[in-house]
C-alpha cells in the first residue's frame, strides 16, 4: 500500500511477515497467497506491502539462487503483493516454543549476523518493485546489554563497518539502494534514542541509520518530538518506523490491573517491562519477573510491558495500549513539511500468544486483524495529509 506525503515522498506501508512461522522458501510462498492475498482482498487495496521476515537459511539460499528469488517475486506479484522492506532482527526460530533472549543471536560481534544481513539485501535488491526508490531493513540493535566490552563493542562496529561496505556493493552489483536500520529495544546496549545518538552516531556512509520502533519508544518512556530532536541532531536517519503499541497499565498496584497483567505473561517472547515514578524508569527484564519475580516492580507508577498489541484494538480495562503514543509518533514523522521515512511497517508479532480470548480463530481471523491495523494505520495517515495511491 503506498501514500504520497504533500512533500511528494511515496510512503510505503505494509505488515511485517515474522508473524508467521514459515521458514522456508515454499512455506514463504504459501504464507503470501494465503495472507498477502487475503489481506489485500480484505482491504480491497490494488497492492499490499509486506515487511518479508527471511530466517536465515532461507535468505541465504535465496541470495545464492536467483530463480528461487525470482519464484518469491512471482508469487509476490501473483498475490498483489509487493516488497521494499524486510526484518532482519530474528535470525531465524521466531516461533519455537521458547525464543526469550535467543532473539539477539547472533548478534552484531558475530560474522553470522553481518552474512544474514548482506543475504537479505541482495533477495531484498531483487525482489523490490521497479520503480522503488530505495529498501530498507531492520536489525538488532548491537546486542543484548550483558556480556558487553569495549572489545565487543569494537567488534560490532567493525561489521558495521563492513555492512556500510557491503551494501554499497550490492548497489553496484544490483543497480538498487538497500539501507540498514537498528532497532532500538528494551534491554538491549541500545534502547533509547539517547544510547542510539551515543553509540551510533558516526555510522560509515549514508546506508545506516535507526529502524524507529513505536512500542518500544513507548516503553522507554519517551516523547516522540524529543527523541526525533536526537536522533537528527546526531545524524542518524529513520530508515524505517514499525508502527506497533504496547501495553500500559496506569495502576499496576490494583489486584484487577496484575491479575489482568498476568495473562499477558507468556513463554514465548521476552516481555520488558518499564515503571515511571519520580521522574525515572525502573526496569525488569520480563514481565513475570515485574509482577512476582524475586525483585518484582512496587507499582509505584505506570507500567509499560513489550507486548506488541494490536494497533487498532488495544487490550480491555482496566488495561490499555499505546495508540495514542503511536499517534503522535506519526504525527511528528510525517506531519511536517517533510517525511522523516518513506517505509512504515506494522509489526504485530504477537497474535498467536495474546490471553486467548483476544487470539484470532483461523487463518480468517487473523487475515481481519492484520487488515484492520493497517487499515487504522493508513487512516492516520491519510489525516496528517498523506494521499493513498
Request: net charge negative.
Amino acid at each position: 500500500m503506498r501514500l504520497r506525503h504533500p512533500d511528494g515522498t511515496v510512503v510505503h506501508l505494509a505488515y511485517c511477515t515474522n508473524v508467521h512461522p514459515a521458514e522456508d522458501l515454499d512455506g514463504l510462498i504459501a504464507q503470501i497467497r494465503t495472507y498477502g492475498g487475503g489481506i489485500r482482498a480484505a482491504l480491497d487495496a490494488d497492492r499490499l506491502g509486506l515487511g518479508l521476515w527471511l530466517p536465515a537459511p532461507a535468505a541465504a539460499g535465496l541470495a545464492r539462487d536467483p530463480r528461487g528469488a525470482a519464484r518469491l517475486r512471482a508469487a509476490l506479484d501473483a498475490a498483489g503483493c509487493e516488497v521494499v522492506t524486510l526484518n532482519a532482527f530474528p535470525y531465524s526460530g521466531f516461533h519455537a516454543p521458547t525464543v526469550k533472549h535467543d532473539v539477539y543471536h547472533p548478534d552484531w560481534t558475530e560474522r553470522a549476523r553481518l552474512d544474514y544481513t548482506l543475504d537479505c539485501a541482495r533477495v531484498l535488491a531483487r525482489i523490490m518493485p521497479d520503480d522503488a526508490v530505495r529498501g530498507s531493513i531492520s536489525t538488532v540493535p548491537l546486542a543484548w546489554r550483558t556480556p558487553w566490552s569495549p572489545g565487543r563493542h569494537r567488534a560490532a562496529r567493525d561489521h558495521l563497518d563492513r555492512l556500510a561496505e557491503g551494501l554499497s556493493a550490492v548497489a553496484e552489483a544490483e543497480g538498487r539502494t538497500i539501507r540498514v536500520g537498528l532497532e532500538g529495544e528494551p534491554g538491549c546496549i541500545v534502547e533509547t534514542t539517547a544510547q542510539a545518538a551515543s553509540l551510533l552516531a558516526g555510522l560509515p556512509g549514508d546506508r545506516l541509520g535507526v529502524c524507529l520502533d513505536t512500542c518500544h519508544l513507548a516503553v522507554a518512556f519517551e516523547e516522540p518530538g524529543a527523541a526525533l530532536d536526537r536522533l537528527g541532531a546526531a545524524g542518524l536517519p529513520v530508515v524505517k518506523l514499525q508502527a506497533s503499541a504496547a501495553v500500559e497499565a496506569a495502576r499496576p498496584d490494583e489486584p484487577a490491573t496484575r491479575a489482568a497483567l498476568a495473562a499477558f505473561a507468556e513463554d514465548r517472547f521476552l516481555h520488558q517491562v518499564r515503571e515511571h515514578a519520580g521522574g525515572a524508569a525502573t526496569a525488569r527484564d520480563d514481565l513475570p519477573d515485574a509482577l512476582a519475580g524475586e525483585a518484582p516492580l512496587p507499582g509505584e507508577g505506570p507500567w509499560r510491558v513489550h507486548f506488541h498489541v494490536p494497533v487498532h484494538a488495544p487490550p480491555a480495562e482496566p488495561l490499555r495500549g499505546t495508540g495514542d503514543h503511536l499517534t503522535a509518533t506519526l504525527g511528528r514523522v510525517f506531519g511536517g513539511p517533510a517525511a522523516l521515512t518513506d517505509h512504515v511497517e506494522v509489526e504485530t508479532y504477537t497474535w498467536s500468544v495474546l490471553p486467548p480470548a483476544q487470539r484470532p480463530e483461523g487463518p480468517e481471523g487473523l487475515i481481519a486483524g492484520i487488515a484492520g491495523e493497517i487499515a487504522w494505520t493508513r487512516d492516520r495517515l491519510t489525516a496528517l495529509g498523506l494521499e493513498a495511491l
